[in-house]
């Protein structure tokens, strides 16, 4: 495990006073008795560390810890490396690039299996239906997707990727097991990160619309050098990003940022994926000359509010790349998509599938 310092620097190096000393700050740990949590490091600075605990052992004093130039307010763990996975999953990988290591990635346990169909299909209607990779929570979804041909673009996951066990149902958002599902998908982008892929990563609720959506989006990672994820944007105001949909480089900026948005998702239950991520977002920079995130404009990346309940794009004559079906809850996600003709998959065929896997665990059993 690695403790990276994450600084952010306008030109000028970084001043004595923002530097780290590892050991002054463990020897203050030992001195004060702290039990310290294995996932934290000591790499920050002793009298933030002192002022905090301060302010938190005082009801009085209600003066909040000093702000440090690096944004940095939680000491943080960041693995240098990851065991490599088994063979048969590298090569699953590798079979699903496309160029530049870019891999399309969506994970879904069995209970959303119409919606993985559906955006399969909206794959293939913007020729990007070959390479992409399947993500199972468990091991219902990946059978159904063997029995219906997409064995090549299935995966499950190693159990060791996991940090709770996901179930197979449809859940409600803010229920506790949606928690535990969105957050394994922090742990999978966070597992290819390490093994040098560039991740976009899609909710399977989104319905791509328009070919060379990928290529579009992996151009502004390439025009500049400094911007290393392109998110999509949650609701209008530009101040908080969707997880359901990003394209991520795999860079120490980005694997900082997912390290945080786990360990804030495994120490404070009552965060969805998406809150830790934007907590987490909370430590990068977001000047506008030196940000390494880029928003993707709202009316051609429309979640659900700006485009099924506002209808900007369609008002503006914008023709959207996709289309998240977000801020809709259960079934009411389906109907919207029917209703807006991007409902694109046979039921009855999905149907005979769900028979066909019926039938197998019958024989098994038998």
């Known amino acids: 495990m690695a403790c990276l310092n994450y600084i952010i620097t306008t030109g000028d190096p970084p001043s004595p006073e923002n530097s780290v000393n590892t050991n002054t700050n ?33 009801k009085q004093d209600q003066t909040p810890p000093p702000v440090v130039e690096t944004g940095e307010t939680i000491p943080l763990v960041v693995p240098e490396s990851f065991k490599k996975p088994e063979q048969a999953l590298v090569d699953k990988i590798n079979n699903n690039l496309n160029d530049g290591r870019v891999l399309i990635v969506a994970a879904s346990n069995y209970g959303m299996r119409d919606h993985v169909y559906n955006w399969i299909e909206s794959l293939k209607r913007t020729n990007e239906g070959d390479k992409f990779l399947m993500f199972c929570l468990d091991q219902q979804m990946y059978d159904h997707m063997v029995a219906a041909g997409y064995e090549k673009n299935a995966v499950t996951i190693p159990e060791s990727w996991f940090h709770d066990e996901v179930e197979a149902g449809f859940e409600e958002y803010y229920s506790k097991k949606y928690r535990i599902i969105t957050h394994a998908k922090t742990l999978i982008v966070q ?42 944007q949650e609701g209008t105001d530009q101040r908080v990003v969707n997880s359901g949909f990003y394209m991520m480089k795999p860079t120490d900026i980005t694997k900082r940022l997912l390290a945080e948005t786990i360990y804030l998702g495994d120490t404070n239950k009552d965060y969805t994926q998406q809150g830790a991520m934007n907590a987490a977002l909370d430590h990068v920079d977001m000047n506008l000359r030196s940000t390494h995130v880029v928003l993707l404009d709202v009316l051609h990346f429309p979640n659900g509010y700006v485009f099924f309940d ?15 079906a977000n801020y809709l809850v259960g079934n009411d996600k389906k109907k919207k998509l029917q209703e807006y003709g991007y409902w694109y998959l046979d039921d009855k065929w999905l149907e005979s599938i769900d028979a066909k896997i019926g039938h197998q665990q019958q024989d098994q059993q038998q």
Not at 38 to 52: G, H, K
Not at 194 to 209: K, M, N
Not at 310 to 324: A, I, T
């Open 26 to 58: 463990a020897a203050l740990g030992q001195e004060q008795g702290d039990a310290l949590d294995p996932w934290y490091c000591s790499c920050y600075n002793p009298l933030e560390n002192s002022t905090t605990k301060a302010t938190t052992d005082s």
């Open 191 to 232: 597992q290819l990160l390490y093994l040098d892929v560039t991740v976009l990563f899609s909710d399977v609720d989104i319905v791509w619309l328009r070919p060379r959506m990928r290529e579009f989006i992996h151009t502004f990672l390439q025009i500049r050098g400094q911007t290393h994820v392109a998110y999509q």
């Open 310 to 324: 506002n209808q900007w794009p369609q008002k503006h004559g914008v023709e959207p790349y996709m289309v998240h």
